[in-house]
């Protein structure tokens, strides 16, 4: 059965920095594009950042650009998000997603996800 496995979140004062990784596990992990999205309080799940299936096309949102980078690594089935100059309203729970194949900023395309990890930021 197909596992995402999230961690890394916290609380971190503006300005910090933080690293999320996604463990996957149960498919074929450079047969998916992955993604990272995020919700906050009374929001909808929102687009972050997507990376193709070699990890060399990445794409990111207006908000996080220049200060989040997406990468993976096909040997250990691993996704990862680095935040940098973190902002208050980085504020959500941070899900991983795959998608089969191709990437999307859709959240509803994506065909698994993780159970998510709070990244709080005080200004």
């Known amino acids: 059965q197909v596992q995402l496995v999230e961690s890394g979140g916290g609380l971190v004062q503006a300005g910090g920095s933080l690293r999320l990784s996604c463990a996957a596990s149960g498919l074929t992990f450079v047969n998916y594009a992955m993604g990272w999205f995020r919700q906050a309080p009374g929001k909808d799940r929102e687009f972050v950042a997507t990376i193709n299936r070699s990890g060399a096309g990445t794409s990111y949102a207006d908000s996080v650009k220049d200060r989040f980078t997406i990468s993976r690594d096909n040997v250990k089935n691993v996704l990862y998000l680095q935040m940098n100059s973190l902002k208050p309203e980085d504020t959500a729970v941070y899900y991983c997603?795959?998608?089969?194949?191709?990437?999307?900023?859709?959240?509803?395309?994506?065909?698994?996800w993780g159970q998510g990890t709070q990244v709080a930021v005080s200004s």
């Open positions: 997603a795959a998608r089969l194949l191709v990437t999307s900023t859709n959240p509803g395309s994506y065909n698994y």
